[in-house]
């Protein structure tokens, strides 16, 4: 059974520019959350995809956006980079089953850092 | 809206001394409680969880927690901890029902163990 995983591991970007991170879930998960952990901090939710259509969304602005492909894989778009973008970006996946609980499992993270 | 705080941002306590990461939460609604773990360079790793049910749950390497109602607490607790256990310990709730879902899971901003020899 493969794990989430993402890419890139590291990526340097300048402000202004627009960046996209990849999340592939684990096998059989066809829900996907984003998270933004800044340094010292814990994750904040971005949002969720469930079924290619985001399914709830945190406090963070419309220049934060989102994929999900038919086979489950997810992309975060982040446009217009700020310095306070610089962060920990982590994807997690589940299999939601129309259960009141599905277990989130995260990958390893990229880290964004925004010059 | 649901709030966690992690009052303490680093323990140091020694190797085979007991331990308690403590966390308390803020909630309108009624909530899941969990601890993660994430070890240096990696992602997040569910050490335990309490959805109903007993008040104490147990992980597999040796961790409790008791979720505490009227105190709105779940501290985290370890008997005797080794130097494997230095690591990033995260308290987080989501909303009963969303299962950590729609709703995302909310946070304390962590805390870390160190172990020393």
């Known amino acids: 059974e493969t794990g989430v995983t993402q890419s890139p591991t590291h990526l340097i970007k300048t402000r202004g520019q627009q960046v996209t991170l990849r999340c592939s879930s684990q096998?059989?998960?066809?829900?996907v959350s984003w998270y933004q952990q800044a340094l010292g901090q814990g994750p904040q939710f971005i949002f969720q995809?469930?079924?290619?259509?985001?399914?709830g969304r945190g406090n963070f602005p419309p220049r934060f956006s989102g994929l999900q492909f038919p086979n489950y894989s997810s992309e975060l778009n982040v446009n217009a980079l700020e310095l306070d973008d610089s962060a920990l970006y982590l994807c997690?996946?589940?299999?939601?089953?129309?259960?009141?609980?599905?277990?989130?499992?995260f990958g390893p993270g990229t880290r964004l850092t925004v010059l | 809206a649901q709030s966690v705080t992690q009052l303490d941002s680093q323990v140091p306590v020694f190797e085979e001394a007991p331990v308690e990461l403590r966390c308390n939460y803020s909630?309108?609604?009624?909530?899941?409680l969990f601890w993660y773990v994430q070890y240096p360079n990696q992602g997040l790793q569910l050490l335990l969880k309490y959805l109903s049910g007993s008040t104490l749950v147990e992980s597999i390497n040796g961790f409790e927690a008791e979720f505490n109602k009227s105190q709105t607490s779940f501290h985290l607790r370890k008997p005797s901890v080794h130097i494997s256990d230095t690591a990033e310990y995260f308290c987080?709730?989501?909303?009963?029902?969303?299962?950590?879902?729609?709703?995302?899971?909310?946070f304390g901003k962590g805390t870390h163990l160190i172990i020393q020899p």
């Open positions: 997690a996946s589940s299999l939601e089953l129309g259960l009141s609980y599905n277990e989130q499992f």
């Open positions: 995809y469930y079924r290619e259509e985001e399914n």
């Open positions: 909630s309108s609604v009624s909530v899941y």
């Open positions: 987080a709730v989501s909303p009963l029902g969303a299962g950590g879902g729609a709703d995302g899971l909310t």
């Open positions: 096998s059989g998960h066809n829900t």
